[in-house]
């Protein structure tokens, strides 16, 4: 499939980590890293996902010193108000400017019980509230043993971009459970096999051009020394990284991976 041209985006899931406070202190350390080394935010895209509790004081601060960081939200509730204790709306997420929410995260499937279905209903809530779902899917390992690698991540996604609204943004993350936070990290060209038939999804679902426009992004154990090879791939176009965005100086290294292609 030809490939337009789509900016690659390195996007960091805090997942339960970093107090507001720290928070603060590692934007503030991560655009200082980044601008010192002249990063360009056109070029490649980058964006913290932080806990609810650290949104409004990181909002605060990417606007008031005019960062070029985006910042999203882990999750958001599929209702847009009412008697749900404890979920937050995507109206409340969009009233603080979040670009982006993480949705289907396999730990919020794991622990949490979210179907593909409920999945689908939180891509709707997001399209509503103008915000950028970060669709996640992957297998686990005993699906990888029986079904191969696409069939779980494949079908996953085809039943979330039901609740996707026309010509809006999405954003697909793979992530074999497998590797995440396992250390032990897909190859390369098992990412771009799975990204690749899951855009060969957004072209039968939301046609070729959706499809050419979409970022696909590979998620599992991305470190410094392997974002590399992964956006070699051509429908690789980012990462979706855990652990290794808690680290500034791994992070930063992650973001800047065009200055060491060379190196692998
Ligand atoms: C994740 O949780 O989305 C993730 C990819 O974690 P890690 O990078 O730590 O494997």
Known sequence: MATAPRTPFIAGNWKMNLDHLQAIAFVQKLAWTLKDKNHDFGDVEVAVFPPFTDLRSVQTLIEGDKLELKFGAQDLSQH??????????????????????????????????ETDELVAAKVAAAHRHGIVPVICVGETAEDLEQHGPSAVPVAQLRTALEGAAAGREIVVAYEPVWAIGSGQAATSAQAQQVCEALRAVIAEVQGDEAAAATRVLYG???????????????????????????????FASIVRFKSHVGTL
């Open 80 to 113: 847009d108000a009412g008697a749900y204790t404890g979920e937050i709306s995507g109206a409340f997420l969009a009233a603080l400017d979040s670009a982006y929410v993480i949705i289907g995260h396999s730990e919020r499937r794991q622990y949490h019980g």
């Open 220 to 250: 599992g154990s991305v470190k410094a020394g392997n974002i590399a090879g992964f956006l070699k791939e051509p429908d690789v176009d980012g990462a979706l990284v855990g652990g290794a965005s808690l680290q500034l100086e791994e």
